[in-house]
């Protein structure tokens, strides 16, 4: 049963996003091989084929007598399909809890360097002394 329904599907859904919904024409193509086939009885369903679907048959002869007909069978007019997909979902919501604590400020002693007179620094770069 899982079988059956994932080729249903599978089929539903290659029918409808690609050009296999031209295979649906099927019956027209044979029903007006079967209105040629009446009207010349040496046409083969080769030759039929031939006659309609080689090069661009419609743009070379848009005005013989079957016009309309011939825009019916498969794969002589391709369809445009559109495949769009659009998923519902529930709406996103968001909550954002804001604490804010009061900023606590201590002194920190901290030292100003550039008054502090360091050994090291104060023994290089001396200007010469005179004795």
Known sequence: MKRVLAIFFLTIYMVSTTELSQLLKLPVLIEHYFEHKGKNR???????????????HLENHPHNDDYEQDRKLPFIVHTDFLATSF?????????????????????????DDTFVQSHFLSSIWQPPKSC
Do not use: C, D, M, W
């Open 42 to 56: 040496g046409i083969t369903f080769a030759g039929f084929l031939i006659a309609h679907y080689k090069g661009n």
């Open 87 to 111: 998923v519902l979902s529930k709406p996103v919501s968001f909550e954002i809890e804001v604490n804010i604590l009061p900023v606590q400020r201590e002194k920190i002693a901290g030292t």
